[in-house]
């Protein structure tokens, strides 16, 4: 009587069924979910980022735009920073990311916008409105 797995054993067939055992063990599913772990997401993050995109697109980049765009836009980015998109935002430029979400103090962007840090920002002109650096710290 040849019973299915005795076609293992021939050729390749130890490496397959050897290969199998390892990956269905419940040792090496762990050691994989380990290092690709998320912490946990809170109940309302969906809500939270719907509302954060938001004040981004009304409150706070129309007056990056108006203000910063020429330096740290899509054409021109000095420094490597793109002010333009939530994504340079967070990615910063050659320094340090620009804004730390939640963070308003150990911000780049508005220790530069307040005045706090040189360079003060925007270079060469007067500070922005009150209201727009508190949108932007918001």
């Known amino acids: 009587m040849v019973y299915l797995w005795d ?4 050729g ?3 490496w397959l069924f050897a290969l199998c055992v390892v990956l269905t063990s419940p040792a090496f599913g762990q050691e994989q979910k380990k290092g690709r772990q998320q912490p946990p997401v ?4 969906a809500r939270c980022m719907r509302n954060g995109l938001e004040l981004f697109r009304t409150k706070v980049r129309p007056p990056l735009i108006k203000h910063c765009a ?6 021109r980015s000095e420094g490597g920073l793109n002010l333009l998109t939530r994504k340079g935002l ?5 320094t340090e990311p620009a804004v730390v979400p939640g963070q308003a103090d150990k911000s780049l962007l508005v220790r530069l916008i307040e005045h706090q840090d040189e360079p003060e920002m925007p ?3 007067p500070q922005l409105p009150k209201e727009t650096i508190k949108a932007i710290r918001d």
């Open 123 to 125: 270079l060469d002109r």
């Open 90 to 94: 967070l990615a910063g430029g050659e």
């Open 42 to 45: 809170a109940d309302d993050h």
């Open 70 to 75: 020429e330096c740290h836009g899509q054409k």
């Open 12 to 14: 390749r067939g130890v």
């Open 7 to 10: 076609g293992c054993f021939r």
